[in-house]
């Protein structure tokens, strides 16, 4: 099989009100650092890639906390549409001649460079169009989209995730395993997660 092309651009959602949560998800902090910009330094510990913020609820005070990184920031008018239309919009950023895309979302604190080292290793190992993370017995972001897929990205709309789009491409989706990929922030019992001591890559 030829080399893979590693021409890669990363999009992270955090264009979200966290109403269930109370307060902007994307600036609660960890490890000293508000989550996303965790999310954002972990993406920009690949090599050959652009990083893509998308906004969307509370953006000027969101953009504080990340526009002091090599990042493009994007404003998502549509946000509270839901995080198709996030994806979509992030998908009209992308730089000429992306071979893929990788779509993070900004409330999994346990997401690692290693993590998503393992990810693009396994993407460039096979002739996959996606590789995903797995966990909670299903699958799911960090997720790599190879560029035949960009149509479809860029077609989502309203709460349509990109879940459909794996579900669709099953029998030519690579997985890898992310334990806690299932914890997640959204709800205030969700905090003492970001207490969490040496989570696994």
């Not at 109403?19 to 910009?37: F, H, I, V």
């Not at 090599?47 to 002091?68: D, F, Y």
């Not at 893929?100 to 460039?124: H, M, S, Y």
């Not at 099953?170 to 003492?192: C, M, N, S, W």
């Amino acid at each position: 099989m030829p080399e893979r092309a590693t021409n890669l651009a990363i999009i992270v959602l955090a264009a979200g009100a966290s109403t269930r949560l109370g307060q902007p998800k994307q600036l609660l902090l960890l490890e000293g650092k508000t989550l996303l910009a965790q999310i954002c330094e972990s993406a920009l510990s690949i090599e050959n890639q652009q990083v893509l913020v998308v906004l969307g609820a509370h953006c000027e005070a969101i953009k504080t906390a990340i526009e002091h990184l090599p990042i493009e920031i994007i404003f998502n008018e549509k946000w509270s549409e839901g995080m198709g239309s996030s994806i979509a919009c992030g998908m009209t950023h992308l730089p000429k001649n992306t071979d893929a895309v990788l779509l993070l979302l900004c409330d999994q604190p346990f997401v690692t460079p290693v993590l998503l080292e393992k990810i693009l290793g396994k993407w460039l190992a096979s002739d996959c169009l996606i590789a995903a993370s797995a966990y909670g017995g299903s699958f799911g972001p960090p997720a790599i989209f190879d560029h035949k897929l960009f149509p479809e990205l860029s077609n989502l709309h309203g709460q349509q995730g990109a879940k459909k789009i794996m579900e669709k491409y099953r029998a030519q989706l690579e997985l890898v395993d992310f334990h806690e990929g299932e914890k997640d922030i959204d709800t205030p019992a969700d905090l003492p997660l970001l207490k969490t001591q040496n989570p696994k890559p």
